[in-house]
């Protein structure tokens, strides 16, 4: 079984840094990719960043909204991913979600697992 463990939410001003954290753990053959999501109330999940594995180049991708002030990074060895978030926005606050693409065991398809999402709220 596979576990994605989110840490690092909170309050914060408009203007400050949180950084988020995620831990997969469990049986974990291959990770293709980690990244974040986000779902703000009444709107649809979206993606913030992504990040892929080396072995499928070790590329990030992010959200226009984020670019410039939020960077994602990998340990591979440890199965972790995180997230820094500089100039925080009201528009940031959001439920963040870990996202993993792995394969528990060698024979099996790519599988899409979440962790239980962590509560960001930018406010004065």
């Known amino acids: 079984q596979v576990q994605l463990v989110e840490s690092g939410g909170g309050l914060v001003q408009p203007g400050g840094s949180l950084r988020l954290s995620c831990a997969a753990s469990?049986?974990?053959?291959?990770?293709?990719?980690m990244g974040w999501y986000r779902q703000a109330p009444g709107k649809q999940r979206e993606l913030v960043a992504v990040?892929?594995?080396?072995?499928?180049?070790?590329?990030?991708n992010y959200a226009d909204s984020v670019k410039d002030r939020f960077t994602i990074s990998r340990d591979n060895a440890k199965n972790t991913v995180n997230l820094h978030m500089n100039s925080l926005k009201p528009e940031d606050t959001a439920v963040y979600y870990c996202?993993?693409?792995?394969?528990?065991?060698?024979?099996?398809?790519?599988?899409?697992?979440w962790g239980q999402g962590t509560q960001v709220t930018v406010s004065s």
């Open positions: 996202n993993a693409i792995l394969t528990p065991t060698g024979s099996s398809p790519p599988r899409n697992y």
């Open positions: 990040v892929m594995s080396k072995t499928s180049g070790g590329s990030t």
């Open positions: 469990g049986s974990i053959f291959s990770i293709y990719a």
